[in-house]
């Protein structure tokens, strides 16, 4: 299972970011061997129509699961419709986000 979590830098300790969206990175968490990589956000400077261009973004990442502070509106109906599930986090740190995930706390 892939997991996705938006971040401010293209460092696997980085914050998270506040908006989906605007995120400049992802981090993409491998649930199967606990490894995490950087994923570029390209759709970062669009002006309008970002959250979908993102959402189809994970969705070619072959992600499975977003954990993010905020979602927009149009970004979670792409997301749910291609069976991405989404959370809300609870805190600003990947790890502990992973963690709450793995334990069923979010």
Do not use: W
Not at 25 to 36: G, K, Q, R, Y
Not at 43 to 54: C, D, L, R, T, W
């Amino acid at each position: 299972m892939t997991i996705a979590l938006p971040i401010l830098k293209d460092d696997p300790k980085a914050d998270l970011s506040e908006s989906l969206s605007r995120a400049p990175f992802f981090a993409l968490i491998d649930s199967e061997n606990h490894t995490i990589k950087t994923l570029v956000n390209p759709n970062y400077f669009q002006p309008s129509g970002a959250g979908i261009k993102v959402a189809q973004l994970l969705i070619d990442s072959h992600v499975n699961v977003l954990l993010t502070p905020r979602c927009g509106e149009n970004a979670f109906q792409v997301l749910k419709e291609a069976g991405i599930a989404c959370y809300y986090t609870v805190s600003s740190n990947i790890v502990e986000n992973y963690q709450a995930f793995l334990d069923n706390r979010l």
